[in-house]
């Protein structure tokens, strides 16, 4: 008797809710179709949580970004508006978040969240409503893996082609200067191992022996066994797959152990301004690389720098840069195609126009391939007299490539 | 696998296996004197060493003087901890609760951090970071020897403060049995605090010896608290001898099994030795006899 009474007023007040968030969506769907008003841009980022620090840069960025196209006229003679929601770092959230802004609050673009475990959640959402979906992080092969013909990455490459110029660089080496031996070490994280990964499938193809091949958990605190194993191998090379602490920990560790390698390269980690302060002098020669720099010569990236160190005092970083350059892709778009509404026609003529064009970014020129890779590689970054300077390709380099490594 | 890296992995796992020690042994000894199982205690580490790096920023100085301002300190702390929050749970429920209360001591700990320096990694630059000699083939690094050092130095003083002086006995008193302890006229609340106090300040020591050779960060603290729990609890919760011997047989473990097995399993002995003590000997190595008499 209970049970069915029970269920009866769930059954109404479900009913009930149906209606209401029918008329909702109804009504906000057609004011944002008008294609009058600001342009609506929906966004879910974590800013709390893990990814919380990253993930208030790409907000700087993003925001920096809508500034810059507003005093400029906007997009398509419309100001743009952000619609950003707090994903608290949270896969399941990430995904409600973009079901919302995209059925309740009638958005007519979106922009993509930070870290790859956050992308393929919301991409697929994204993907079930015909949008166009480019993200500004998400490197990891996984994130093009998934079947997605609406994402784009908007950075020069993928984790595992970051090192692209330098193993370039490595087998053009003449014979007797070319290293013989590699050890690597990578953080159990997609990405980390990605890039590290990259970097050894080519130097195997190459001939370059690997002697040592170690990955250790994000908690790992103590290197000093890692660093023993790699100091007994006496590799040519050193190459790190880690994110920050790790690889300081890890360079630390392998100078106790009196262990000179003629190259040391670590991802992410010696291009955060923290780097030096922690490792000293002994930063001399540390390779890296890096998605971007404010000092790249590309056209758009003096305009950026100069608008965003204006805001913000202090120069933007990769994640800000990363965060400005999916505005760019999505607003080339748009200007292309002529339309920024929610209807599927005007989503999928962005993403062919993707999909066969190139876009002048702030981190260079940008083309895709049919998963949304990416078709470039990173700059490669070397400490130069304790400076951090481009080195690699030849093009963009504003110092000469150090090889062997001084020691540390 | 070479002869010289056995060697040097046995050194390095000597070394960490001193640090650990050092840093679990506040632990066991709140739970030996009041049977408080203290989750914040990583976090005091943490604490201490973020004024460690704090310190030797501002004044330029060695990190290693920080501890002249963070023993005191720290010392101070644990008795105003334990007289004010740790003392007002009811003895019926004392170690259930002790497991909350002190979770959110951690967590403030862990936001004050984040509030003042951010969450930034960190890391005192020192000029000997990287230097090291040479013993048969195998380096030791000065900094790690420096850890070991004032691991050895807190943990033998430890040992002589609770041997040899009156307020030792009374502490060990407390920790036997503390009705009787009343009963013979020791004041066991007050003697609980300067318990509590003690373990503070070891956490100050070994917060400053871990600042000397690792990257630090406010949550850094989850990832040492389950490793020195395991470490207590193989020892015998309440002993510090067993804590002691239990964290340099970890640690030796942890090195040497890092050879053929790796990193990410290395650290799974940790709580394979934990599920193996709490089900063939489930009061610890030592915590029975060890405990009793220390």
């Given at each position: 008797m209970t049970t069915s009474k029970n269920f009866r007023i769930g059954a109404l007040v479900a009913a009930a809710a149906l209606t209401l968030s029918g008329c909702l969506s109804g009504s906000t769907g057609a004011s944002g179709d008008d294609g009058e008003g600001p342009i609506q841009i929906g966004i879910s980022l974590p800013l709390t949580g893990d990814f919380s620090e990253p993930g208030k840069g790409v907000q700087r960025g993003y925001e920096a970004w809508a500034a810059h196209v507003n005093q400029n006229g906007g997009l398509l003679g419309r100001q743009v508006e952000l619609n950003i929601l707090d994903d608290q770092s949270n896969a399941d959230r990430v995904a409600t978040d973009y079901e919302k802004l995209i059925n309740q609050d009638g958005v007519d673009l979106v922009f993509g969240p930070f870290s790859t475990r956050l992308v393929?959640?919301?991409?697929?959402?994204?993907?079930?409503?015909?949008?166009?979906?480019?993200?500004?992080?998400?490197?990891?092969?996984?994130?093009?893996?998934?079947?997605?013909?609406?994402?784009?990455?908007?950075?020069?490459?993928?984790?595992?082609?970051?090192?692209?110029?330098?193993?370039?660089?490595?087998?053009?080496?003449?014979?007797?200067?070319?290293?013989?031996?590699?050890?690597?070490?990578?953080?159990?994280?997609?990405?980390?191992?990605?890039?590290?990964?990259?970097?050894?499938?080519?130097?195997?193809?190459?001939?370059?022996?690997?002697?040592?091949?170690?990955?250790?958990?994000?908690?790992?605190?103590?290197?000093?066994?890692?660093?023993?194993?790699?100091?007994?191998?006496?590799?040519?090379?050193?190459?790190?797959?880690?994110?920050?602490?790790?690889?300081?920990?890890?360079?630390?560790?392998?100078?106790?152990?009196?262990?000179?390698?003629?190259?040391?390269a670590f991802s992410t980690a010696p291009t955060n301004p923290e780097f030096p302060r922690a490792i000293g002098r002994q930063t001399e020669g540390i390779l890296s690389p890096t998605g971007y720099t404010p000092e790249a010569k590309f056209p758009t990236n003096r305009e950026f720098v100069e608008f965003y160190t204006e805001r913000h005092g202090n120069e933007p970083n990769e994640d800000e840069a990363n965060a400005w350059t999916t505005g760019q892709v999505v607003a080339a778009a748009v200007e292309a195609v002529g339309c920024a509404n929610p209807d599927p026609e005007c989503q999928q003529k962005l993403v062919d126009w993707l999909h066969n064009n190139e876009v002048d970014t702030v981190v260079g020129p940008l083309s895709w391939d049919k998963t949304g890779k990416p078709q470039g590689a990173h700059l490669i970054q070397q400490y130069v007299d304790g400076e951090i300077k481009i080195v690699l390709p030849d093009e963009t380099k504003e110092a000469d490539f150090i090889h062997p490594k001084p020691n540390w | 696998m070479t002869g010289s890296l056995l060697l040097q992995s046995l050194v390095l796992g000597v070394l960490l296996g001193g640090l650990y020690a050092l840093?679990?042994?506040?632990?066991?000894?709140?739970?030996?004197?009041?049977?408080?199982?203290?989750?914040?205690?990583?976090?005091?580490?943490?604490?201490?060493?973020?004024?460690?790096?704090?310190?030797?920023?501002?004044?330029?100085?060695?990190?290693?003087?920080?501890?002249?301002?963070?023993?005191?300190?720290?010392?101070?702390?644990?008795?105003?901890?334990?007289?004010?929050?740790?003392?007002?749970?009811?003895?019926?429920?004392?170690?259930?609760?002790?497991?909350?209360?002190?979770?959110?001591?951690?967590?403030?700990?862990?936001?004050?951090?984040?509030?003042?320096?951010?969450?930034?990694?960190?890391?005192?630059?020192?000029?000997?970071?990287?230097?090291?000699?040479?013993?048969?083939?195998?380096?030791?690094?000065?900094?790690?020897?420096?850890?070991?050092?004032?691991?050895?130095?807190?943990?033998?003083?430890?040992?002589?403060?609770?041997?040899?002086?009156?307020?030792?006995?009374?502490?060990?008193?407390?920790?036997?049995?503390p009705e009787a302890a009343q009963l013979v006229g020791i004041n066991t609340d007050r003697v609980a605090g300067y318990g509590f106090g003690l373990g503070l300040a070891t956490a100050a020591i070994g917060g400053t010896a871990l600042a000397l050779d690792s990257t630090i960060y406010p949550s850094l603290h989850w990832h040492w608290i389950g490793p020195l729990m395991a470490i207590i609890v193989v020892g015998g919760l309440g002993s510090i001898p067993g804590a002691a011997i239990a964290a340099m047989a970890l640690g030796l473990g942890q090195s040497l099994l890092q050879i053929p097995l790796g990193t990410t399993w290395a650290q799974t002995f940790f709580y394979l030795a934990l599920f193996a003590t709490l089900m063939l000997h489930p009061q610890g190595f030592f915590g029975d006899r060890l405990a009793q008499r220390f």
């Open positions: 393929v959640p919301a991409a697929q959402v994204a993907q079930d409503y015909g949008f166009l979906f480019v993200e500004p992080a998400g490197a990891a092969e996984e994130v093009f893996e998934q079947g997605f013909d609406n994402l784009f990455y908007a950075a020069p490459a993928i984790a595992e082609d970051h090192y692209n110029h330098l193993a370039d660089e490595i087998t053009a080496l003449p014979p007797n200067q070319r290293p013989k031996t590699a050890a690597y070490a990578a953080m159990d994280d997609p990405f980390a191992q990605g890039t590290a990964y990259g970097l050894k499938n080519k130097l195997q193809d190459a001939g370059i022996r690997t002697v040592v091949d170690e990955v250790y958990p994000p908690n790992t605190t103590d290197f000093g066994s890692i660093a023993a194993k790699i100091a007994d191998s006496r590799a040519d090379i050193v190459v790190g797959g880690t994110q920050y602490q790790d690889a300081v920990n890890l360079i630390v560790a392998l100078r106790q152990l009196g262990y000179q390698p003629d190259m040391a | 840093l679990a042994a506040g632990l066991t000894l709140y739970f030996g004197v009041m049977r408080v199982v203290m989750i914040a205690h990583s976090a005091f580490l943490i604490l201490a060493a973020y004024l460690a790096w704090y310190f030797s920023q501002q004044t330029g100085l060695d990190p290693l003087l920080s501890l002249v301002f963070t023993v005191p300190l720290f010392f101070g702390v644990g008795v105003v901890m334990q007289r004010l929050l740790i003392s007002r749970l009811r003895p019926a429920t004392l170690t259930m609760m002790s497991v909350l209360l002190t979770f959110s001591v951690a967590l403030v700990i862990e936001g004050t951090l984040g509030f003042l320096f951010g969450g930034t990694h960190r890391r005192i630059q020192l000029p000997y970071a990287g230097t090291s000699f040479e013993i048969f083939g195998a380096n030791i690094a000065l900094v790690k020897l420096i850890a070991f050092g004032l691991a050895a130095i807190a943990l033998a003083g430890l040992y002589v403060l609770l041997k040899f002086t009156p307020l030792g006995q009374a502490l060990r008193a407390t920790i036997q049995h």
